[in-house]
Structure formats: structure tokens, C-alpha cells
């Protein structure tokens, strides 16, 4: 057999073996670093102890339990509604002429791609509690065909939706004061919280980027509890 011959026999069989190796490697791969490797952060925590030079968390800050109004003019208790889900947050209110149209439309991308999944749903609180009625808020969810049950826009009591978005959710929804009018400041992050009510994510509502990583970690939190 000459040189040549043994030389495309080799890369036959070197071929192979790589055909028959890549699978079994690309399928370690995503199990090793894709699944355990990508965490996602858990924000805010209570109670540490350290033990042996390393700081263990014990308790994260949560989303206390609030009780608003839902577009359908029916009583929203989180403690019920959001029980065993896992939700994006934002605020919001529907005379902005600016960041809301694009933060609510980002959202509807989110609602698409998790419209099957009864484990996810969307949790939009209004800022301007004076004129977002219920049957405001349920023209725009109309607008934005929000889906029963998936997304929820909620108003009611002016101070205790502020108090939420600046000692819970951690976000700048504004003055609690201020007049609200359509170039109010409010706060443009989505916010991802899990099963537990604990922050998991923010992202920037008008970036499309930041929402398709949003919509990525969604996925990647559900699998931690599987």
C-alpha cells in the first residue's frame, strides 16, 4: 500500500472518529456549562454567616405580599395570583408618550414567547393611579393584546404601588409627588423575579437586546426548578 493510500485512510478513520466523538462532546458541553455553569443572580441578600473565609447567604429580600386592582376591575392579591410563578414586573402609565410604547411592546414579546407557559405571566403596575382606571388599563392591554390571566395591569393605592417600585423592586418610578404628566421620569427596567418573590434580573425595557436576554434567563431560571 503506498504512502498516499495509508495517508486518506488515516483521515477517513480520523473523520469518523471525529463524527462519532463531536455528538458525545457537544452534549457534555451543554450539560457542563450550559445548565450548570450559567446561573442566574439571586439580588439583595438579608442574612449571611461566613463560614470558613466564605460568605453563605441564608435569606434574600423578597416581594412582599400587595393587594391592587386588575384591569378587569377585580381584586389582585399577589399572595394568590402569583403563587408558584415566576413574573416580569414593570411600571408604567398610559399617557407616556415616550418609553412606555416601547417598554409595553417589548412585553408583548415576552408574553409571546412564554404564552404557553403557565409558570410565567406579566405583572405591569401603573404609576399614574389617578387616570389608569381599570377600564383605561384594560383599553391598553386590549391594545397590546395582552392575554387573560398572563398579563396583569394593576393600579390602587398610589402610595403603596411607589413604595413597591423604591424599596422592593429597587427601581425609580419617579417623585411620589410629582405631578404625573407624559414626560414624567419613571423607571424603563423589566424586572424578573422567581417562584420564592426574590429579584432575579433587570433588564432595560427599550433595548431589544437586553429583553432577548431576558427572554433567554427566563428559561434558563425555570430549569432550576426542574
Known amino acids: ?10 483521515v477517513k ?3 469518523l472518529l471525529i463524527l462519532l466523538v463531536l455528538p458525545i462532546f457537544v452534549y457534555l458541553f451543554l450539560q457542563t456549562f450550559g445548565k450548570n455553569r450559567y446561573k442566574i443572580p439571586i439580588f439583595y441578600p438579608e442574612d449571611s454567616i461566613q463560614v470558613d473565609g466564605k460568605w453563605i447567604v441564608n435569606k434574600y429580600q423578597t416581594i412582599p405580599d400587595f393587594n391592587l386592582i386588575d384591569q378587569n376591575n377585580q381584586p389582585f392579591k399577589a399572595s394568590e395570583k402569583l403563587k408558584g410563578k415566576v413574573y416580569v414586573a414593570d411600571f408604567f402609565f398610559t399617557r407616556c408618550g415616550s ?5 409595553t411592546s417589548e412585553l408583548a414579546r415576552v408574553q409571546e414567547a412564554y404564552k404557553n407557559t403557565p409558570d410565567v ?3 405591569s403596575h ?9 377600564e383605561v388599563l384594560k383599553k391598553y392591554a386590549e391594545k397590546y393584546k395582552a392575554i387573560e390571566g398572563k398579563w396583569f395591569f394593576l393600579t390602587g393605592d398610589k402610595k ?7 424599596n422592593n423592586y429597587k427601581v425609580n418610578a419617579g417623585e411620589e409627588s410629582a405631578t404625573i404628566t407624559p414626560d414624567f421620569f419613571h423607571a424603563s427596567k423589566l424586572i424578573l ?5 426574590r429579584v432575579r434580573g433587570y433588564y432595560d425595557g427599550t433595548d ?3 429583553v432577548d436576554k431576558l427572554i433567554l434567563e427566563i428559561k434558563i431560571l425555570l430549569e432550576e426548578y426542574r
Open 1 to 10: 500500500m503506498s504512502s498516499e493510500r495509508r495517508m486518506q485512510g488515516f
Open 13 to 15: 478513520i480520523g473523520t
Open 99 to 103: 418609553v412606555c410604547p416601547v417598554l
Open 121 to 123: 405571566v406579566l405583572v
Open 126 to 134: 401603573t404609576v399614574d393611579t389617578e387616570h389608569d382606571t381599570p
Open 160 to 166: 403603596q404601588i411607589f413604595k413597591l417600585a423604591y
Open 193 to 197: 423575579i422567581d417562584k420564592e418573590k
Open 208 to 210: 431589544a437586546k437586553s
